[in-house]
């Protein structure tokens, strides 16, 4: 803060503020727009996303078919549309669950140490001598393919992410001066947690989470590509840039639209991300 | 003469194992009567903090007995701290780390009149406002600083806060552990002055933990030397500093005396 700036403190400080202020309800705005499109997709779609057409077989983007057609002659556009749902919804749910299950298990084994902390941790280190992938395959083979049954296989690895930062940043934060004048304000063991510790290791976690989003949309549609996850008919983005991987050279729209608009939406997510990690700081925030 | 405040006895606590087994404290021994500002002095590592987290039970003793108001306290759990931090409040180290960054100022004092004061249900929103601003008024800050970020205070201002935030409860005691060892010159002197102000007017004792021994001297009714875990001396202020017997605190003096020739 006092290396040669231009601008005075207070005006540089208004300056950032607002621009922290206004990107992050920028991408907020953006972030719902995008989420109430998945919603509303079935009733936006131009063509039957599921309608098969012999003789329109990969036709290349035109004004019916905005992002042309693919191997079956179904519209891509419309089932871009129609992929949203599945593949913002599913990847949504599920890093808020695991978030939260992760979020929880971690701050208590951060916290409590002893077998809790043990066992738990233990449990993680196994999981996380599997590649990610490998063991979503496993899980799903053994259970079985199905949206849910990929969720779940992704899920049980998921959490460990969470429950790792939130872990080692309770046990440094713990020792923290702040945190032994919260006990001596007579704070409980559940409100030192979710009141004084959580709020201040919360923005970590909420950048893992817009990561893992992409990440978690790219594990159900490598899922889904090995049919262990979404069946067929059904769109998703992942399973569609899969199924154009052969048409690449004459029909290169089939898997370029759904990668291109999975791409956008997960830079859109991290963005959020990033943004509202910073909303969060009062660092840089100060909003009084 | 009536009974100590506190009473600390062969009190004991070990870091680590094995090899690397820390004796942070060893067998120290004091007691405060009320009313009186008693000083702890010795080096850096000497075991001062810790004996603060015994006291304040923020840590466990391995040995030993605390006695705070007559009932010992060594051993309390849950409910029962809670009952000793409303008689019993520590002011830290670092002001600005020893509030919660995303919290402002007003809401942390709250926390301790809800917590330990007031019934909250019972209580209006005006009515809690004002006596947060009475607090930060009886510690020489504006009530517009209840609404402020600890990071938007000066390490000064932030020492107020947290003094305010101590004596919310009224206490019997009020440990401050190196309170003003974070801070400049000028801003020390005015907290000292503030602190010296509070013990009169709210008739408390003081444990005035500090590796500054011309300081402590300065305030403090009585002082205990602290070296390596070990209490080396204790007594009248006047009899330490007049005649020392330990050579610890020979040295401690000779630094003092080195470092007022040296300005
Ligand atoms: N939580 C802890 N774990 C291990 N060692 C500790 C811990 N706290 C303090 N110590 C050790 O105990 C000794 C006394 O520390 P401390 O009470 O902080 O001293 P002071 O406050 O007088 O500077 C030091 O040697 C320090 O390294
Ligand atoms: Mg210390």
New interface residues.
Partial sequence: MDEVKILPMEEKKKRSLNFVKLRFYLLMVITIILIFISIVAPYMVPNDPYATDIRGRNLPPSQEFLFGTDSHGRCVFSRVLIGARTSISAALMLVIITFVIGTTIGIVCGYYGGWIDNLFMRIADILLAFPDIILGIAVAGIIGGGLFNAMLALGLTGWTQYARVARSNVLTMKEDTFIQAARLSGNSDLRLLFRHILPNIIGVLVVIATLQIGTMMMGIAGLSFLGLGVQVPQAEWGSMVNSGRSYLQIAPWISLFPGLVMMVTIIIFNLFGDALRDFLDPRINNSS | MSQPILEVHNIKKTFGKGKYKITAVDDVSFQIMPGEVLGLVGESGSGKSTIA?LI?H?QKVDEGNIFFDGKDISNIKGKAC?EV?KEM??V???PV????????IGE?IK??LC??CYNPKAMSKAHMKEAIVSLLKQVGLKSEYA???P??LSGGECQRA?IA??IAVHPKLLICDEATSALDVSAQAQIIELLMELEKSLDMAILFISHDLALVSCICDRICVLYKGQEVESGETKGIIEAPKHPYTKKLLSSVLQVDIGE
């Fill in positions: 987290k304040t923020l809670l931090y409040q520590m830290f180290q670092d780390g020893s509030f919660n960054p995303r919290m402002k942390a926390e301790t917590h330990l609404n402020k970020y990071h938007q947290a935030r101590a």
